[in-house]
């Protein structure tokens, strides 16, 4: 009864399945950089707040970077075009000419960028990048020192869920069938960030966090690999812990004090560094680094926060994640001290023009005021 749809995603399947057996052998030969004369840093605004808060951010590194700027070693170059009318319209994540501009600079500052869900096919313009990018390595800090929790997350950020996220089998009106890829090279990488993030800042204690006892395929291997790479690392404690209890743990007081370095699968990562977030004080105030061999690409954690554009709040949106994301740039192109002075003006302005997500707190041009008057 169901041969002909059966066929199909048969051929359907078998198409995927070449095409990731492509891009694994593709991740063992990735050229080295080449070393550049000057840092292209593109800003790209994205929908919703993102223009809103990327705007601000966009206003700190000018005046942070505005020796380097004037001296040609740095650029700050506006890429527009990566909003959703604009990729609806053309029916692409990311349409070719924005790519090519992305393509095009070193690293990027990026805001949130809204992904239609369920039935419109539009694939998310991050997930295209970070598979266009080759941004593997998902970096996200979180910290709450009064609670003694200095975390860092390492989400694989190519593979697992999201490389077929869109490309999934349906038999209309019976099931529908989505895929989760895990490669030995695209698992090896993450996991040796991670570990040598450990190593390089002292860091004793490593979570593996996966579901290898239900996904026994992907995650099973995954578990594997990362404690292949932790037998190199003889002074740094590898434990395995399963995505559910560890979302738990985040909140258990004596356990989270505890844990360090995470590193997990995509899907995982995308939804346990939301709740770390939250403990932090809520998704406004993280950043995140997207991390390649060749490019970098540096957001805030959240989205495109559509419900407070339509109640009329959108210039109360908090763009300290997104400042958050241009520190993490800084410390990405060896700008240290450039970085702290950042974090410092963050934090004097959430004293001095604190955000409330209300009218009676700052508005996000108020904070961006704030930190470039203490920078
Ligand atoms: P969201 O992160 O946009 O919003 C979740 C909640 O957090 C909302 O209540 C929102 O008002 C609040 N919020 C988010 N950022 C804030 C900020 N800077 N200041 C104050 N409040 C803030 O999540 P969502 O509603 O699930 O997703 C909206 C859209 O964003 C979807 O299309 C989704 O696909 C997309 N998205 C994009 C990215 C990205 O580009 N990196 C990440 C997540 C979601």
């Known amino acids: ?15 995927l399945l070449l095409s990731q057996i492509d891009r694994a052998e593709k991740m063992n030969n990735v050229p080295a950089p080449a ?35 004037k ?34 600079c070193d690293v990027l500052l990026k805001g949130p960028t809204t992904t239609p869900s369920g039935g419109e096919q ?31 997350f390492f989400r694989e950020n190519t593979e697992g869920e999201y490389t077929l996220g869109s490309k999934g089998i349906e038999i209309p009106g019976l099931l529908t069938m989505d895929f989760k890829v895990t490669t030995v090279a695209g698992t090896r990488r993450i996991a040796r960030a991670a570990f040598e993030f450990a190593r390089k800042n002292g860091k004793t204690h ?15 291997m995954f578990s594997i690999l990362c404690r292949e790479i932790a037998a190199e690392y003889p002074e740094i404690q590898a434990d395995e812990y399963f995505i559910d209890i560890m979302s738990a743990n985040l909140l258990k007081a004596n356990m989270r004090s505890q844990l ?3 590193v997990m699968p995509n899907l995982y990562g995308d939804i346990i560094t939301d709740e770390a977030a939250q403990i932090q004080g809520g998704v406004g105030t993280a950043g995140s680094a997207n991390i390649g061999d060749t490019c970098a690409m540096f957001e805030a954690i959240h989205g495109s926060a ?42 004097t302005a959430n004293r001095t023009a604190p955000i409330t997500g209300t009218r009676e707190g700052a508005s996000c041009a108020q904070f961006g005021d704030a930190v470039i008057a203490a920078l």
């Open 306 to 347: 559509p419900r407070m554009i339509a109640r009329g709040m959108g210039d109360y949106a908090n763009p300290e994640s997104i400042l958050r994301a241009a520190v993490m740039l800084l410390q990405h192109i060896g700008m240290p001290d450039k970085a702290a002075k950042l974090t410092a003006a963050i934090e």
């Open 35 to 69: 070393k550049k004369e000057k840092t292209v840093i593109g800003v790209v605004g994205g929908d919703g707040i993102g223009p809103i808060i990327t705007a601000q951010a966009q206003r700190a590194l000018e005046a942070l970077l505005a020796d380097e700027i």
């Open 122 to 152: 539009l694939e998310s313009a991050n997930v295209a990048l970070r598979r266009e990018l080759d941004l593997y390595a998902n970096v996200r800090p979180v910290c709450v020192p009064e609670e003694g929790i200095d975390w860092m």
């Open 206 to 220: 490593v979570a593996i966090v996966t579901k290898s006892n239900i996904m026994k395929k992907t995650d099973g």
């Open 71 to 104: 001296a040609g070693t740095i650029e700050l170059r506006t890429i527009e075009g990566l909003t959703i009318e604009n990729r609806l319209a053309v029916g692409k994540a990311v349409p070719d000419d924005v790519l090519a501009e992305i393509k095009a």
């Open 260 to 262: 360090q370095v995470f």
């Open 1 to 15: 009864m169901y041969q002909e749809a059966v066929e199909k995603a048969v051929a359907h399947y078998r198409d």
